[in-house]
């Protein structure tokens, strides 16, 4: 099994940043996919930003590219997500998931394809 926890959630002002954790742990935790992803109140839970296995490869949704970065640091089991110039509709719970499969050096967006979810972590920006 995989267990993820997230981190770093809050109440920031518009255009200011925040920085997110998830730590990953389990005996087959290693080699997977990370990806991000948020929901807000009375929507669907949307695809934010995913990177590969080694942090070569990573993907971002259009509504975050430029501001959002997603990293990961494979010796610590823990994936980053540096957030800046923040808005009111990055306003969310912020889930961090773990692909579904492990080994492949590749970046997905689906959350089908993601196996396990972390509790979420709430970002509230303020305008």
């Known amino acids: 099994q995989v267990q993820l926890v997230e981190s770093g959630g809050g109440l920031v002002q518009a255009g200011g940043s925040l920085s997110l954790s998830c730590t990953v742990s389990g005996r087959t935790s290693s080699g997977r996919t990370m990806g991000w992803f948020r929901q807000a109140p009375g929507k669907e839970r949307e695809f934010v930003a995913a990177?590969?296995?080694?942090?070569?490869?990573?993907h971002y949704a259009d509504s975050v590219k430029g501001r959002f970065t997603i990293s990961r640091d494979n010796a610590k089991n823990t994936v980053f997500l540096q957030m800046n110039s923040l808005k009111p509709e990055d306003t969310g719970a912020y889930y961090c998931?773990?692909?579904?499969?492990?080994?492949?050096?590749?970046?997905?967006?689906?959350?089908?394809?993601?196996?396990?979810w972390g509790q979420g972590t709430q970002v509230t920006v303020s305008s």
């Open positions: 998931a773990a692909g579904a499969g492990q080994g492949l050096e590749y970046v997905f967006e689906r959350a089908a394809q993601y196996g396990y």
């Open positions: 990177i590969s296995l080694s942090g070569v490869m990573t």
